[in-house]
């Protein structure tokens, strides 16, 4: 906290005119530690107190960020040569977070996808969006845990999951736009590979459609 001059010198005047430091405190509600400091002092005017520059380069920092996402605190303060705490610190001023990754397949090729996405569109003004399914496969637990519960506010609520590895079923399945019935649905226990798979679109899937289809894998 910055005093006044007028009161430094009126505190000082009560003390040197024979005012104990501790009436002085009380009277001016001012710490006796910063009466003695301003005793032992030439010149009762503030000192402007000088700001350590900081070691850490934000602007580097942010750079780094940009740069490498997927760097580990530890490593990013290794080598910046500071400790994790000052990362810390500058990323909370700097407003950045820690987020989980948005993945994509490192095979995906984009001139591909939009030779795909063309040939699609073409197929829809031919047979219509009602000829459009989706295909897509699941896997789910035996047995699943509840993740969320309600409780009173500050009450914590406990529950039990398996331990174990249980069984796990899978499903595939057609569906179309917009609609919600599954098409030709099939429940297996294994990994679905690519033979199973083909059987299942050809003894199935296309038999059951009466019409020309388009189908989306996800």
Excluded at 123 to 147: M, N, P, R, T
Aim: proline share 2%; with cysteine.
């Amino acid at each position: 906290m910055s005093y006044s001059l007028d009161l430094r010198k009126k505190v000082i005047d009560y003390v040197e005119n024979g005012g104990s430091i501790t009436k002085a405190a009380a009277l001016f509600n001012i710490g006796r530690a910063t009466i003695y400091r301003w005793l032992g002092r030439e010149k009762l005017e503030a000192t402007k107190v000088k700001h350590r520059q900081r070691k850490l380069d934000w602007k580097a920092l942010s750079k780094d960020v940009q740069e490498n996402p997927q760097a580990r605190l530890r490593d990013r303060a290794e080598k910046f040569g500071v400790r994790p705490s000052a990362i810390c610190y500058a990323f909370k001023k700097m407003k950045i977070t820690r987020k989980k990754k948005g993945l994509r397949y490192r095979e995906r090729n984009r001139e591909e996808r939009m030779k795909y996405y063309r040939v699609l569109r073409e197929l829809i003004k031919i047979y219509g969006s009602e000829s459009l399914v989706f295909i897509d496969e699941s896997g789910f637990e035996e047995f699943q845990a509840c993740l969320y519960a309600w409780s009173k506010k500050g009450k914590k609520v406990l529950g039990d999951r398996q331990g174990k590895r249980g069984k796990r079923e899978n499903l595939v399945a057609g569906r179309r736009k917009g609609k919600k019935d599954f098409i030709v649905p099939m429940v297996f226990t294994r990994s679905l590979y690519a033979e199973g798979f083909e059987g299942w679109l050809s003894l199935y899937l296309l038999p059951s459609r009466t019409h020309n289809i388009s189908i989306n894998y996800g």
